[in-house]
């Protein structure tokens, strides 16, 4: 077991041993205050676009559900007559400077959210550790994009914002409640007394916010052949077969308690997050993976490798509310 699977499991199942690290988590609590208020304070410059900003991001290291909220937001701004953009900072990507995720693109190079992101909205997706950099590049590019959606970019404070979502993993929720790294927090759990809206990926319950709070299922019922997404199979096709879950995401179990729950029998194989698989990470026999595992598994000869599409379904008002905050703040009308 890895490094970071240890801590992990102690962030969640609140072991103990991972406690001696509170010192470190001292001193990234001291840095982060001090950053964030530089910001607050003018210290630090936030670049703000001509376009309004919407940030999708969380408190904790990790997976939460962010990718398929963007993705459920890209579509319903697209509806209301808005062209949306999105900006991300391609965690697992080698590359050293802004570009652009092409539907094709190489994750290895640009990140694997980046180019699911790009094949499922088929809006313009750009990459950068520097989001305010991405997101002028990105306008420039494409001029005609009149939002934003910056993914993961919730402490990000060089790129001003209008609105900002919270996703909270209503499984594993806050762990044991410290800050990086004796604990999963990037931010204290006051944050999300100042964002716009918190959504939480499951359970809906949430006393810890102030802020409207919304509830986010993931909701998956057919597989995609991963060589031929034209092929598309129910559940019941792997029923009464031995069945091999992959998955390198933020919360793996999240994906393989699913599967189950759809009648699947499965032999569990977990892997880091954004993990670079080889041709000879996938099992022999019938394997089921998330789409973020196959942008990078889709080179890989395996004709019985399937993959689970997921979309968002999000509970009233969460749209309207958006909707709301970029017309009070930028009384902006989509085109």
């Known amino acids: 077991m890895s490094l970071e699977s240890s801590l992990v499991r102690c962030w969640y ?12 988590s001292l001193i990234f609590i001291a840095l982060a205050w001090l950053r964030k208020h530089l910001y607050d304070w003018g210290w630090l410059a936030s670049r703000r676009m001509p376009a309004p900003v ?37 965690y697992g990507s080698s590359a050293t400077e802004v570009r652009e995720a092409e539907p094709d693109g190489d994750p290895a190079l640009l990140g694997d959210e980046p180019v699911l992101l790009a094949r499922r909205t088929r809006c313009p997706v750009w990459v950068g550790r520097r989001r305010a950099e991405a997101a002028r590049r990105l306008l420039a590019s494409h001029p005609e994009v009149n939002v934003i959606i910056a993914d993961d970019g919730l402490q990000h404070y060089a790129l001003a914002r209008d609105v900002e979502i919270v996703v ?3 499984q594993r929720r806050f762990g044991n409640g410290w800050r990086l790294p004796a604990g999963p927090l990037r931010e204290g759990l006051a944050r999300l007394r100042q964002v716009d809206a918190v959504v939480v990926n499951g359970d809906g319950r949430l006393a810890e916010s102030v802020c409207p709070v919304f509830t986010m299922t993931l909701d998956g019922q057919s597989f995609s052949n991963l060589h031929d ?65 196959a942008v990078k598994c889709a080179a890989y000869d395996h004709p019985d490798a399937w993959v689970l599409a997921v979309d968002a379904r999000v509970s009233d008002g969460l749209e309207q509310l958006i909707l709301a905050k970029l017309e009070s703040k930028h009384g902006q009308q989509a085109a």
């Open 13 to 24: 199942a609140r072991r103990g041993w991972c406690l001696i690290l509170i010192p470190l």
């Open 54 to 90: 919407i940030v999708v991001g969380n408190l904790t290291a990790g997976g939460a559900g962010k990718t398929p909220l963007v993705i459920w937001l890209v579509e319903k701004l697209r509806g209301e007559g808005y062209r949306p953009g999105v900006v991300s900072r391609g």
């Open 168 to 170: 909270v993993d209503g």
């Open 229 to 293: 997404p034209s092929r598309t199979v129910s559940a019941d096709f792997f029923r009464g077969r031995q069945v091999h879950a992959l998955a390198g995401i933020g919360n793996p179990e999240r994906f393989f308690n699913a599967l189950p729950g759809l009648g699947l029998t499965i032999e569990r194989h977990p892997f880091p997050d954004h993990y670079a698989y080889r041709q000879e990470d996938l099992p022999k026999g019938t394997v089921i993976m998330t789409e973020k595992d």
